[in-house]
DNA sequence: AGCAGCTTTGAGAATCAGTATCATCTGGCC
DNA sequence: GGCCAGATGATACTGATTCTCAAAGCTGCT
């Protein structure tokens, strides 16, 4: 996946530029993250990687998800589940967020230009300069119903 | 606070309706969350009450938090930093969401209607009922950045 | 190649929010 | 006043996340 890639290869630059040196552990999760389109979760990552052999220890998983975190080259996600899940956040800001079905678990990414410019409009309202936004919707998505 | 009082005795209201019994634990922690105008989380709910001098156990908190938000007569909010926090829902659907600024740490609660309507329709568009929605915006308020 | 000084890594301990258990207490009813 | 189902809270537990620290890996130098 071109996309993938392209973020993998700009993280590497982001951390190299911050002063970081690479390491397994921090290639490993990076490629993992790449393969995903998705949010994962920190354990699902740790477990992800065992099943594939390329074990790293989850403290290393924290620790990269931090660093990415930090250089906003991941976007926390938090479906109110109560653990956090992260995924590449692309150099241009292109992002999505969340449509969370609560019978059948099923998360559905989405963008929608109004939202988006309604949320900036509210924030310069409001005197605040925005770095990063999450919207999570809570619902029953149209197989659970019909079910 | 007028709207509080409303919205305590709403609260009373349906949970009698929902056939359960009134006690300590649960009137005081109501009262405290009527007493408040933005989210707390249950920790502080914990310890707010214990400072006043009207202790709850822990568990109560959460258990009244739980059938609270069951009959959704409070709101779960999620500001990402991995402790969920409560607040009131009045009976109306009215509602707001929350600015939080990284620097500070303040958080300002807003509401807007065109942010809303923007939400209601995408879910629509992808086939979900919508049954609660959850928006963050993170930045730097005006104060922060005037500093 | 060998070495020094640095960073990264990962196992395990520690912490912390939230949940489960269970003996005790209590509100609402006879 | 006494009964009893539901409410309470101390405590144990779980699961996610963070901390600690010794071992391992780079990178530049000789």
Redesign the pocket.
Known sequence: MATSTAWEEYAGAELRRAG????????TVIDYLASRDCCV???ELHDGLRSEGR??????V???L?QLAELRLVHRVDLAD???RFEPALPDGEHHHHLVCGSCGRVEPFDDAPLERALTRVAGDRGFTLVQHDVVLHGSCGDCRAA
């Open positions: 970081s040196r690479t390491g397994v552990a921090r290639n979760s920190a354990q074990s790293v220890g989850i403290a290393s924290y620790r990269v931090d109560g653990v956090a």
